[in-house]
C-alpha cells in the first residue's frame, strides 16, 4: 500500500526558506511521479511542482526559480526547498504520488495529510 507523508511546515518570516519533507513508502521514486500542492483557506488545492520518476522535474511560473523539488531515493523522499517566502504563500502544503502524475488534483491517487507553512512577521 502506497503512503505519503507530508512534513517540515512551519512559521517562518517573510523572506525566509523552509525545507519540506514527503516520505513515500510502499512503491520506489523511480517508479512513481511525486508531486506538491498547496492549499491556502477558501481556496482551491494548486499544483506547484512535480518530479516525474525519471527525475525530470517541472513547476508552476509562480514558484519558479523560488521553490526546488529533488529527492534522495536512498530515503525514498522527495524534497521541496522554499525559498523568499511571503505571505502569500501560506498554505497548507500537500504532497502527493501517482504512477504518472500531472499539474492537476485528479492526476494524483495517493495524498498526505498536509503540512502548515505560515509566512508571518
Known amino acids: 500500500q502506497v503512503q505519503v507523508v507530508e512534513s517540515g511546515g512551519g512559521v517562518v518570516q517573510p523572506g525566509g526558506s523552509l525545507r519540506l519533507s514527503c516520505a513515500v513508502s510502499?512503491?520506489?521514486?523511480?517508479?512513481?511521479?511525486t508531486g506538491w500542492f498547496r492549499q491556502a483557506p477558501g481556496t482551491e488545492r494548486e499544483w506547484l511542482s512535480y518530479t516525474a520518476s525519471d527525475g525530470t522535474t517541472y513547476y508552476e511560473d509562480s514558484v519558479k526559480g523560488r521553490f526546488t523539488i529533488s529527492r534522495d531515493m536512498d530515503k525514498n523522499t522527495v524534497y521541496l526547498q522554499m525559498t523568499r517566502l511571503n505571505p502569500e504563500d501560506t498554505a497548507t502544503y500537500y504532497c502527493?504520488?501517482?504512477?504518472?502524475?500531472?499539474?492537476?488534483?485528479?492526476?494524483?491517487?495517493?495524498w498526505g495529510q498536509g503540512t502548515v507553512v505560515t509566512v508571518s512577521a
Open positions: 502527493a504520488a501517482d504512477p504518472l502524475g500531472g499539474t492537476h488534483i485528479l492526476a494524483f491517487q495517493y
Open positions: 510502499g512503491v520506489g521514486l523511480n517508479v512513481y511521479t
